[in-house]
């Protein structure tokens, strides 16, 4: 039973036959955002052009975002997002053992410098105030480039917007991963951000009351 905030909306007409048969054949189900977002089809269409319009980014590595993506999505806590992130790294070919590791990047030892400090980058844009530095922005340019740089900020800032308002909206994961034998992800440890974790742990509690009231 979904646990949404809104209640999905039936998704009816000819462009939402269209859009439910690419989500199908991409995901293996229809996501529930669609059924959310559905109540507002102009802002439906608006984020799948943008996420159409991303895909044609080729400034930055592609393992990268994904890494930068997973990083947004284990600090804000958007679990929708990050189960979506991790199945997406597999069926793109990316190296999964690394996405796996991604919510612990911190303490694994399988990342490059550059990988690190791409999560590090992602994670200081996604604090409230941001907390990225001249330094990590410096070693970042030299290694990156002023394309791949200017891609990857965009990229970051999107997945936040996408995490956010999947939060707000009440959605949750749908086990896309799972669903194709990916083993489960490792844990994110207790953040050293203040501004991190407490309101993760609020959320995870609230899931749990909506799920037993459900």
């Known amino acids: 039973m979904s646990t949404t905030r809104i209640p999905p909306a039936r998704i009816t007409g000819p462009y939402g036959a269209l859009v439910t048969r690419m989500a199908r054949r991409m995901f293996g189900d229809t996501p ?4 959310v977002l559905w ?4 802002v439906l269409r608006a984020g799948l052009a943008q996420g159409r319009g991303t895909q044609k980014w080729d400034a930055c590595d592609n393992g990268l975002k ?9 600090l804000v806590g958007c679990s929708w997002c990050l189960d979506l992130g991790y199945f997406e790294a597999h069926h793109k070919g990316l190296d999964v053992n690394k996405a796996r590791e991604v919510p ?22 996604s604090f409230t105030p941001p907390t990225v530095t001249d330094e990590l922005s410096a070693r ?7 394309p791949a740089l200017v891609e990857l900020t965009a990229y970051v800032a999107m997945a936040n917007q996408a995490a956010r308002t999947n939060i707000a909206l009440g959605i949750e994961s749908q086990g896309f991963s799972a669903s194709c034998g990916l083993r489960p992800m490792a844990q994110r440890p207790t953040p050293e ?6 309101a993760a742990d609020e959320r995870t509690a609230r899931q749990g009351e909506r799920r037993a009231s459900s």
């Open 104 to 125: 612990g990047w911190r303490e694994s030892e399988v990342f490059t410098p550059l990988e690190r400090d791409v999560m590090e980058y992602a994670e200081a844009m």
């Open 140 to 146: 970042l340019l030299a290694e990156l480039g002023a």
């Open 39 to 42: 109540h507002n089809r102009r």
């Open 32 to 35: 529930e955002p669609l059924g």
């Open 193 to 198: 951000h203040p501004a991190a974790g407490t």
């Open 66 to 74: 994904s890494y930068a993506h997973l990083a947004v999505m284990s």
